[in-house]
């Protein structure tokens, strides 16, 4: 056989093969008898037992076969365990199994094979692949198969950034990674840079927005005590607490926020109070600052009259050209600003206005702030906040930014798309000078 030969060709210690347990893909994929598979089975496993190597032996549309044929499924098992496999993997592989389904199957499985390790393998098309493996894992289950944040066919293997934190903070599993648990968060979003894929904010455990709270009661209930609203420390997955600001926050929010900021107020402060204010200007204006942290922080600074700007936009202008209707339009940006005591004017060119815009910004301020070079706009954002009004409608702007240590979002808001567009590049900008000016500060002490 060439895939076993492959195998072994590889030089991997550890084997892992699959067969099939449903006598519909044995007969109508397949296309072969009951036995012959049985035979297949046996022989495939011994023949690497044969070589050396640790024999892993999921079987395929376990759990649909066994409820068709619950006895013939647990042949295949059998016929595996027999020719001594390793492990016996039972697989939900249409990911369809309820989770009172998997447990009384795996339940099952164990009591039949004593003494043999079982695994579990599920995918999520009915959204139940955690839930399904940690409910394995309590009816006898011992090696989990999963993937980084989920990814997988279809709609996703079991995630792994919410099976190991279930196993080892909710049922107390003895892990070897456990120590490292705190580096999850870092491992997540490790993967999604490989997989070129944007976080998922919402989720569990490592998502941005996996300990976020925004209405009033909530923020003060969780800075009182945590778990009233946290199930767990974020701290134990390497996450934080996220409190976001917007039309539900109350003081609490403010208090709390500002706290991450170094700043501690009370509650029913002039400061706090102040800030209210403008929030609520603002939000009735159409700001939302729930997905804009730096914006809001900025926000603050000026409002406590604490903000020292880093330059000084004294104009701006944006032309569009297109030559004939064949030709691709050219855009080019020219800014005027003051640095430094020094006004400076630039220009630039880009693929549309708020590119334009990014290149003429970073081209004058790079000379003096060169950590700006490390800032990357990962996503754009615009919404019409009322399109009744068509072309005069107000915009609102949310730019996602990273330097590659942090991400942060910033907003603008005007009738002019390309204004509010500035607003929030110019924040996106000046937040992470205004990061790296309290790193340097915090060095100092």
Partial sequence: DAGLAAILKSGAPVATIFGKSWLLHVE??????????LAMIADSVRFLKKHGKEVIYDAEHFFDGYRDDPEYAMQTLAAA????ADALVPCDTNGGRLTSEVAEIVAAVAARFPGVPIGIHVHNDAELAVANTLAAVQAGARMVQGTVNGYGERTGNANLC????????????????KPRLDQLRRVSALLDEIADQRPLKSRPY???????????????????????????????????RRILMSELSGASNVRLKTGEMGLVFQKDSPEVKDVLRKLEHLEKNGYAFESADASFKLLVQKVLKKHVPFFELQGFSVVVQKADAASKATTTATIKVRVNGQTELTAGEGDGP????????????SRFYPAIDTVVLEDYHVRILDPETATQATTRVLIDSSDGHDRWGTVGVSGNIIEAS????????????????QRRQAGEK
């Fill in 28 to 37: 109508k994929v397949l296309k072969t008898t009951r036995e012959k598979n």
């Fill in 206 to 240: 490592v998502g941005e927005s996996a300990f976020a709270h925004k209405a009033g009661m909530h923020v003060d209930a969780v800075g009182k005590v945590s778990r009233s609203f946290e199930h767990i420390d974020p701290a134990a997955v390497g996450n934080e």
């Fill in 422 to 437: 500035w607003e929030a590049l110019v924040d996106s900008v000046e937040y992470k000078l205004f990061l790296d000016e």
């Fill in 81 to 84: 365990a027999e020719a001594g």
């Fill in 354 to 365: 708020v590119d334009a815009l990014n290149v003429a910004l970073r081209k004058v301020l």
């Fill in 162 to 177: 919410s099976i190991i934190p279930g196993l080892a903070l909710k049922l107390g599993a003895d892990l070897t990674c």
